[in-house]
Every structure is written in C-alpha cells, then in structure tokens.
C-alpha cells in the first residue's frame, strides 16, 4: 500500500474512495437488513465511523459519500421495514450520524494537511541545514582561489586517511608541488596574473584527478600537495611526471623561465604500510625531494629515498627527466 501511494498516488485515492462506498454501503445494508427485527443501528454507526476515521477522505468526497450512504440507508430501510418499529429514530440517528462522520473526516483531514505541510516544512529546513553545512565546510576546508583543499583539511582530515591506507596495506603517494620562479611571474604580470595562473594549474590537476583517489591541497603560496592513496614509487613517479607534462603543454607564458613557458618542479615522497611517521613527517621528505628538483635545474620530478630502505626499479618513461 505504501508503494502505491508513493509511486502512484493518484490511483491510490482513487482506490481509498471506492473503498469507501463499497464499505459504507455494506454497514447501511447490513443496519437495515437487521431493521427487520431490531432498531438497533449500531452496525452502520461503527461501519461510517470507522470509514471516517481511518481513510483519508477529502471533506468534499466526505460530504458526498456519507450522504448518499445515508440515502442508501433509508431507502433500505423503507425496502426492509418492519411495521412495528421505529423507523424514523433510526433515520435521525442515521442522519446524526452522518454529520458526525463529516466532521471527523474534515477534521483529520486537515490535521493530516497540517501534518504533511510540517513534514514538509521540516525536510526543506533539513536541506537548508545540510546545503549551509556544505556551504561551511567548503569555507573551512576549501581554499577560494584554487578550489583546492586547505591546510586545516590536511591537519584535520588527511591524518586519519593517511593511517587508514597505511594500516590496510596500501601505498600512498604523496606529491609535492610548487611552480618554477613564481615570484618572478608575479613580478612580471601583476598578481592577478599569478591568480589566474595558480587557478589554470589547479585545473590541470582536477582533471588529472579524475577516476583516482586523491587529495589535492593548497600547501602554501604556490606550493600544492597531492595524495594519491593505492600508489607506490613507479605509479606515483609516473603520477607526478604526467602532470609536469600537462602543466609544461598548458603554454602558460612565463618570460623568466629557460622554456618561455610555466613549469612546476615535483618532489614525491611513497608513504609504505608499516611506516611508523605522521603526516607531517611525510610532507617534510617529500618537501627535500622537491628541493632536490629546484637544485637539479626545475622542471623535475624527484622521488624521497628514506636511509636504508629498499626500493623498486622505475620504468624509463616514468623517470624524471
């Protein structure tokens, strides 16, 4: 019934009104049948109160129903008389009745309006909350220029991630990203430019994002992390090296730099499971390995090996240039 109701809710009222008469009119058959031996109405009295009550009649069908009921019941009545009882007492019970019936169902029916109407009411400040809430998080989550995650994010959000990649035997490949003599571009073309320029990289970024499961974040300035969770050093090598292409093909003028155009040096730092260190700790080696990109020309890419730790080969097309 439910279903009907919520898939179909035309037919189901539909549906409640011919249930309606079809009851209404077996209480007044069976109430005037029995006249034939007895006053007693008491059968139609339950049948249309029960009819009020529990089905959700509008007061107009209400109205209708219960008259023609009552019409019903009296002309049955007459068919079924018995000369020696009252008749006319059971016709004004009858009828005291049916204005009673019409009231009850008014009555719940516009409770039952009210009702939905607060339901309603109720729902539509649920979403209100939830899109403020959303529109909050944003706010302290989200950094306004680059549509990146923010710092608190990685305080607060990123740790826990972190852990539980980390304790469910999955690599995480954490990137360090800062553009090549930024300052020098903002020298050069104003800092709106710088703006529009760190927002055409984010861009490149989101989209390299796309069908992976990462975590980009606004580091500082114009340095910018990435974690890519289920990587290890020859995908996320190959990860960081992909997107230095996209952003050296983007061709954003950079007059100060050996290619004329904006580079990024990368420095990547692979977090294994069983690695004991916090976040911060690998946001500081992958922070070395991006110092050893800016010392070894920019434009690089550069993987974080820790003291004594094993390994594996990269492939040549993912090895920094």
């Known amino acids: 019934m439910r279903r009907m109701l919520a898939s179909r809710p035309q037919a189901f009222l539909h549906l409640t ?3 309606a008469v079809i ?3 077996w209480g007044a058959f069976l109430s005037a049948y029995a006249h034939r031996n007895t006053a007693d109405i008491s ?5 249309t109160l029960c009819v009020a009550v529990i089905l959700p009649l509008k007061p107009w069908q209400a109205l209708i129903i219960f008259l023609a009921d009552l019409a019903a019941f009296i002309i049955l009545m007459q068919l079924f008389r018995n000369p020696q ?3 006319y007492s059971s016709i004004i019970n009858g009828g005291i009745t049916t204005l009673l019936c019409v009231t009850i169902a008014a009555v719940l029916y516009y409770n ?6 607060n339901r309603m009411t109720i729902l539509q400040q649920n979403r209100e909350i939830r899109n403020i809430n959303e529109q909050l998080r944003r706010l302290v989550y989200i950094d306004n220029l680059t549509q990146a995650h ?5 305080d607060e959000i990123l740790p826990d991630l972190l852990a539980e990649a980390l304790e469910g035997g999955e690599p995480v490949s954490i990137l360090m990203l800062d553009f090549d003599l930024f300052k020098q571009y903002n020298d050069l073309y104003g800092h709106a430019a710088g703006d529009n320029c760190l927002t055409a990289f984010s861009r490149v970024v989101q989209n390299f994002m796309k069908g992976r499961r990462a ?7 114009e340095e910018f992390l990435l974690f890519l969770f289920g990587m290890g050093e020859a995908e996320g090598m190959k990860a960081a090296e992909s997107i230095r292409q996209m952003v050296a093909d983007a061709g954003i003028v950079h007059a100060g730099t050996d290619t004329g155009t904006t580079t990024v040096s990368i420095g990547v730092r692979v977090a294994r499971p069983g690695e004991k260190l916090t976040l ?3 946001v500081s080696d992958a922070d070395q390995a991006l110092y050893v990109a800016k010392n070894a020309g920019r434009n690089r890419v550069k993987l974080f090996y820790a003291p004594g730790r094993p390994t594996q080969a990269l492939p040549k097309e993912a090895a920094a240039p």
Do not use: K
């Open 112 to 117: 039952r309006g009210r009702d939905y109407l």
């Open 215 to 221: 975590h980009y974040v606004r580091y500082g300035g």
């Open 23 to 25: 009851i209404c009119l």
């Open 17 to 19: 009104t011919a249930y």
């Open 280 to 282: 911060q700790q690998f």
């Open 43 to 47: 059968v139609y009295v339950y049948v």
């Open 85 to 87: 009882l009252d008749v």
């Open 150 to 154: 923010n710092r608190r994010y990685m």
